[in-house]
């Protein structure tokens, strides 16, 4: 009889890895001859899981990426699942959705971990985040919407001697908790977004982070003029949102004008923001992004202070509504800005490379 298997055994492994990169069924090439089950094991760096069951992943050892998000919300995601996790030696990048059961130590042998994303999980401990001490390469961690995430949960966050970016949005973290945060001296980015309990102090908790490139903190509502002069000692800073922060004013955005290096700046919905406090930005020529939408107490007069932002690409003045529909003359001279969003009558419009067009219509 015809041996299929031993037939095929001789195909050379370019071939094999040809067919792999154009072929989104693993199943298949498997079955080829028993060599290639074997580099399908042995090969394969991301899988896109069309099935889910115990045993299936610990076929792929030298996975480097693995997203488990879409089916993490299924009632068969059990311990004895998430268990398989624990042979992946080699994964890089894990993603794992809210149901994801985190209480025993399976993300402790995964020591070449450097991007790890946990956002909305549902089933933590305060003692949840001691399971992540051994991953001494991690660089990136998402902890978004752990509404359980308290002052006490973050102390072994310490042990990431490496962690540039940290998402804690919507945390139940306050001012305390970041002095925790603050001590780790190699983050580039963090999150904070709708940490309603963090505040002016929590801001000054930060000071020793001086390589902060990115900062995120929408929907603090807590933090006043005071946190912004804290904001002020990043030297490094590029990225600033500070939208929803209704307690901010003039005074707090002139201290951001030492801040050389900021590129992209939110201060959409901080309604005390006056014309004056543009002319407090006039020392940002680096900016290429500006989110002023909502705040309504611009006029055209203090428009006229972004002229100085030589650098500038997008502006959004969307329902500042002391604005003129003209208010285009006012920005001559900006050569680089290549889109403005505005609000003007009852229509949404987008300026681009010299053009009008309407965006939304309400009429």
Same mark, same amino acid.
């Given at each position: 009889?015809?041996?299929?298997?031993?037939?095929?055994?001789?195909?050379?492994? #370019?071939?094999?890895?040809?067919?792999?990169?154009?072929?989104?069924? +693993?199943?298949?090439?498997?079955?080829?001859?028993?060599?290639?089950?074997?580099?399908?094991?042995?090969?394969?760096?991301?899988?896109?899981?069309?099935?889910?069951?115990?045993?299936?992943?610990?076929?792929?050892?030298?996975?480097?990426?693995?997203?488990?998000?879409?089916?993490?919300?299924?009632?068969?995601?059990?311990?004895?699942?998430?268990?398989?996790?624990?042979?992946?030696?080699?994964?890089?990048?894990?993603?794992?959705?809210?149901?994801?059961?985190?209480?025993?130590?399976?993300?402790?042998?995964?020591?070449?971990?450097?991007?790890?994303?946990?956002?909305?999980?549902?089933?933590?401990?305060?003692?949840?985040?001691?399971?992540?001490?051994?991953?001494?390469?991690?660089?990136? !961690?998402?902890?978004?919407?752990?509404?359980?995430?308290?002052?006490?949960?973050?102390?072994?966050?310490?042990?990431?001697?490496?962690?540039?970016?940290?998402? !804690?949005?919507?945390?139940?973290?306050? #001012?305390?908790?970041?002095?925790?945060?603050?001590?780790?001296?190699?983050?580039?980015?963090?999150? +904070?977004?709708?940490?309603?309990?963090?505040?002016?102090?929590?801001?000054?908790?930060?000071?020793?982070?001086?390589?902060?490139?990115?900062?995120?903190?929408?929907?603090?509502?807590?933090?006043?003029?005071?946190?912004?002069?804290?904001?002020?000692?990043?030297?490094?800073?590029?990225?600033?949102? !500070?939208?929803?922060?209704?307690?901010?004013? #003039?005074?707090?955005?002139?201290?951001?004008?030492? +801040?050389?290096?900021?590129?992209?700046?939110?201060?959409?919905?901080?309604?005390?923001?006056?014309?004056?406090?543009?002319?407090?930005?006039?020392? +940002?020529?680096?900016?290429?992004?500006? #989110?002023?939408?909502?705040?309504?107490?611009?006029?055209?007069?203090?428009?006229?202070?972004?002229?100085?932002?030589?650098?500038?690409?997008?502006?959004?003045?969307?329902?500042?509504?002391?604005?003129?529909?003209?208010?285009?003359?006012?920005?001559?001279?900006?050569?680089?800005?290549?889109?403005?969003?505005?609000?003007?009558?009852?229509?949404?419009?987008?300026?681009?490379?010299?053009?009008?067009?309407?965006?939304?219509?309400?009429?």
């Amino acid at each position: 009889m015809f041996d299929v298997a031993r037939s095929w055994d001789g195909i050379p492994g #370019d071939i094999f890895h040809y067919v792999l990169e154009h072929s989104t069924d +693993l199943s298949a090439l498997r079955l080829v001859c028993k060599q290639w089950a074997a580099w399908v094991d042995q090969n394969v760096k991301r899988v896109k899981l069309k099935r889910l069951k115990a045993g299936f992943l610990r076929r792929f050892v030298s996975l480097t990426s693995l997203d488990l998000v879409p089916y993490s919300s299924s009632s068969k995601f059990s311990r004895r699942l998430i268990a398989d996790l624990t042979g992946l030696k080699q994964l890089r990048s894990l993603k794992l959705g809210s149901n994801v059961p985190l209480s025993g130590p399976y993300l402790t042998p995964l020591t070449q971990l450097q991007i790890l994303i946990l956002d909305y999980h549902k089933k933590i401990r305060s003692t949840t985040l001691t399971n992540l001490t051994s991953l001494h390469h991690l660089t990136s !961690l998402s902890l978004a919407g752990w509404d359980k995430l308290e002052d006490r949960s973050l102390p072994p966050l310490l042990a990431l001697t490496n962690l540039q970016t940290l998402r !804690l949005d919507d945390a139940k973290i306050t #001012d305390s908790g970041l002095q925790t945060v603050g001590k780790l001296s190699t983050l580039t980015t963090l999150s +904070l977004n709708s940490c309603v309990l963090v505040g002016n102090g929590g801001l000054a908790a930060l000071a020793a982070l001086r390589n902060l490139k990115s900062l995120d903190v929408c929907w603090c509502y807590r933090i006043t003029d005071e946190g912004l002069r804290s904001i002020s000692q990043f030297p490094n800073l590029r990225v600033l949102d !500070l939208t929803h922060l209704h307690n901010i004013s #003039d005074r707090g955005v002139a201290d951001l004008g030492g +801040l050389s290096m900021l590129e992209r700046l939110s201060l959409s919905f901080c309604r005390n923001i006056t014309d004056d406090g543009l002319v407090g930005l006039t020392p +940002l020529t680096g900016l290429t992004a500006l #989110d002023l939408a909502y705040c309504y107490h611009i006029t055209d007069e203090g428009l006229g202070s972004i002229r100085a932002l030589t650098n500038l690409r997008k502006l959004n003045v969307e329902y500042c509504c002391n604005l003129r529909s003209d208010m285009m003359t006012g920005l001559q001279g900006l050569s680089y800005l290549t889109e403005v969003r505005f609000f003007s009558g009852r229509a949404l419009w987008c300026w681009n490379k010299k053009n009008w067009r309407i965006l939304m219509d309400d009429e």
